[in-house]
């Protein structure tokens, strides 16, 4: 028997391993059960040089779980070692690349916590004791035991071993004895060894028997050696890309398409990416991309390694060229993981501009299940953007799909206002905004669907992209000025009028915290709606944009105002400038002179005053001025109340202004009852 030292400049290094790497202990696990598949692989490539004699048809790995000794066990019938090459490579090699490591991070421990590639020595994290019984492939080779305790001591012997392979026992320590349960073994398979490329055989297949599971003759093999992401694209039909989805997560939706990734230069990556469908509301996506290193599981957190849009999309990336073993921040300074990323930023591109190329009517039908992947990616990622100009989707209220330029074809001639900005016209919920959609399409205009909770953020993008070009929500103005073709427009109310007008019809206005209107007068035309109400379109863009980041904002709390517009020319609004003759006529007119004479008596006063120091204005004068103005204001707010008055008691105009609320989907509960009953009233 042999005794000695491992080479650790720390006597230490046991308690540190188990204290830096609290976090993931699992990760043990995958380290031996990986060293062991590079082992059977080291011996298939001797033996296809001829360097080995022996067979190799029957590599595989195999975990014992022995619930009675403590043990778990990690055989394989790989290279095996020497008892040089176990002093090479487990104390020396394996032990300073621990050292090191450990050096390396000691005044970061969060960096190693989670990822990094202890190897070997990481079975200490979970191990009292850990035994390599191996015997190497070489003629006549000796079979010995390593085994250590967890202190740098170390024993070799010579023992009996068979078959030429390895042995690694772990004696599970007894504050990690939740290793030793069935379930929590096949978890830690099933998530970091599934698709490693030789056999990993745990257990028994099981079958039911008598309501109850038992185990069978036949070895449970844990993984697929050939996952699709290692074949050939043109050996796979679109059926084994959804098989193999399924395989990732089971519980997922069907997808909508795949990208095989296969590059070779200059670096090396595999991977299958699928799309999935994205709700609108942007929903936390569960399923995320699995990194894989040579079929080894690795990490679900990709932040950094793909582009952030990119995050939606799930599957699994096979790289052996990201490095690992080092913390998050590294990884993005990268100048691999950076290629990479752009490389699959172009990708991604490239492959949804191929469907849209070869496939226009499907690409189309996905669409609005993509829209948010594409809109997130052109938003964030300049690159992206500009790929995806040529195949971004633009969706009318009629269900037809363009592209930007085609759109652009499209309404170029008679969307085009007098300042030469092409108007694009956009609803963003046809429904709610069904009478100005209406209304601009019987002006010959085109509207888009742009419903999302991106599209207020890409309208931004694409305004400061196109500057001839302006999105225009439907309902932010009457559609003869929606796109406004030039300046005249024939005055039919008067000023005075109009002044008298606006509190009538302010006075019927709902009272709601959420909205202020505020009345103004336009021509629409006889034919036209006696009322309408817009919306602000810079307004609302904002109070969308802050809802969409939460609410939390400036706009999002204020009220939103609403322009009340009351077309001078139709009959009903004459009606009610008839009725209010009628009634307060006299009473108005009287007002009106009285209004008129202290006004001008403000006026020359003013004038008197005009060129004169403070001091030199008789003190009569300045009294006498003050008085007036407070009359003034005084007989202003009595025809304003009068004006009010008359307005509440008009059912015409309550009728008129009920009648564009419900045209918005403004006009609920009580209000709309109201509203029925006072028309029955009106029709009788
Ligand atoms: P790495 O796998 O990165 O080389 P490890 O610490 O995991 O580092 O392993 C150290 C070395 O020990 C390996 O490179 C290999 O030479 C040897 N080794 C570990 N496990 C086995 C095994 N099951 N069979 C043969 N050699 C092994
Ligand atoms: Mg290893």
Same mark, same amino acid.
């Given at each position: ?33 990986? #060293? ?259 079929? !080894? ?70 669409? %609005? ?59 963003? #919920? ?83 915290? %959420? ?49 009340? !517009? ?11 400038? %008839? ?106």
């Amino acid at each position: 028997m042999q005794t000695g030292k491992i080479g650790v400049t720390s006597e230490n290094l046991f308690p540190i391993i188990k204290k830096f790497l609290y976090s993931d202990h699992d990760i043990f696990l995958r380290e031996i059960v990986s #060293n062991a598949v590079d082992a059977t692989q080291k011996l298939k490539t001797l033996a296809s040089k001829g360097e080995y004699k022996g067979d190799v048809s029957n590599a595989k790995v195999v975990v014992k779980l022995d619930t009675d000794a403590k043990t778990i066990t990690v055989s394989d019938n790989g290279i095996g070692m020497t008892a040089e090459e176990v002093e090479k490579y487990i104390n020396q090699i394996a032990f300073s690349g621990a050292n090191e490591f450990l050096d390396k991070y000691k005044d970061d421990a969060n960096a190693i916590i989670g990822h990094f590639g202890l190897g070997f020595y990481s079975s200490f994290m979970v191990s009292e004791k850990v035994d390599v019984i191996t015997k190497s492939h070489k003629e006549g080779s000796q079979a010995v035991k390593w085994s250590c305790n967890g202190s740098p001591e170390f024993t070799l012997d010579e023992v009996e071993k068979e078959d030429v392979g390895t042995d690694i026992v772990m004696h599970i320590s007894e504050e990690e004895k939740g290793f030793l349960e069935d379930s929590k073994i096949s978890g830690i398979l099933d998530k970091y060894c599934k698709f490693l490329s030789v056999p990993v055989i745990y257990g028994k297949e099981k079958e039911w028997k008598d309501g109850a599971q038992v185990d069978t003759d036949k070895d449970h093999q844990v993984n697929d050696v050939a996952p699709a992401w290692t074949k050939m694209p043109a050996d796979l039909k679109d059926e084994d890309y959804k098989n193999f989805y399924r395989k990732l997560y089971p519980m997922g939706e069907e997808p909508l398409f795949n990208i095989h990734l296969n590059v070779d230069y200059p670096f090396n990556l595999t991977g299958i990416l699928y799309f999935p469908k994205i709700k609108n509301n942007f929903e936390v996506q569960k399923n995320k991309i699995q990194l894989y290193c040579n079929q !080894v599981f690795v990490t679900d957190s990709v932040e950094g390694i793909v582009p952030e849009f990119l995050t939606l999309l799930h599957g699994v990336i096979d790289s052996p060229d990201i490095p690992l073993n080092v913390s998050r921040s590294y990884l993005q300074s990268d100048s691999n993981v950076k290629k990479i990323s752009s490389h699959i930023n172009k990708k991604v591109a490239d492959r949804l501009h191929q469907i849209f190329k070869d496939n226009r009517e499907d690409f189309e039908s996905k669409w %609005d299940d993509l829209k948010i992947f594409i809109e997130y990616g052109m938003l964030t990622e300049e690159k992206f953007y500009d790929r995806a100009m040529k195949f971004f989707m633009l969706k009318n209220t009629e269900g037809k799909y363009f592209t930007w330029e085609e759109y652009e074809k499209l309404v170029k001639d008679n969307q085009t206002d007098k300042d030469k900005n092409t108007i694009y016209l956009y609803s963003t #919920n046809v429904e709610e905004q069904f009478t100005f959609v209406e209304a601009a399409k019987n002006k010959g205009y085109d509207v888009l669907v742009l419903d999302d909770v991106l599209a207020p953020h890409l309208i931004n993008k694409l305004e400061q992209k196109y500057t001839d070009k302006r999105f225009v929500r439907v309902d932010s103005d009457v559609v003869e000025n929606l796109i406004k073709k030039d300046d005249t427009t024939k005055e039919e109310l008067t000023w005075e009028q109009k002044q008298e007008l606006s509190p009538v019809f302010q006075a019927v206005c709902p009272e709601d915290k %959420d909205y202020s209107f505020i009345v103004d007068f336009q021509d629409l035309g006889e034919t036209g709606s006696p009322m309408v109400i817009t919306r602000n379109e810079f307004m609302r863009r904002m109070k969308d944009m802050s809802a969409a980041q939460g609410g939390m904002s400036m706009y999002g709390d204020m009220p939103e105002s609403l322009s009340l !517009v009351v077309n001078t020319t139709h009959p009903l609004v004459k009606k009610v400038l %008839d009725a209010k003759d009628k009634k307060l006529g006299k009473k108005l007119e009287e007002l009106t002179a009285e209004l008129t004479g202290k006004k001008d008596e403000i006026a020359v006063l003013e004038k008197a005053k005009e060129g004169k120091k403070d001091e030199e204005v008789p003190v009569a004068d300045k009294e006498k001025l003050d008085s007036l103005n407070a009359e003034l204001v005084k007989l202003e707010e009595t025809k304003r109340e009068q004006l009010s008055d008359f307005g509440k008691k008009n059912k015409v105009a309550k009728q008129m202004v009920d009648l564009a609320l419900l045209a918005n989907g403004l006009l609920k509960g009580a209000d709309l009852d109201k509203f029925v009953k006072r028309s029955v009233e009106l029709i009788k």
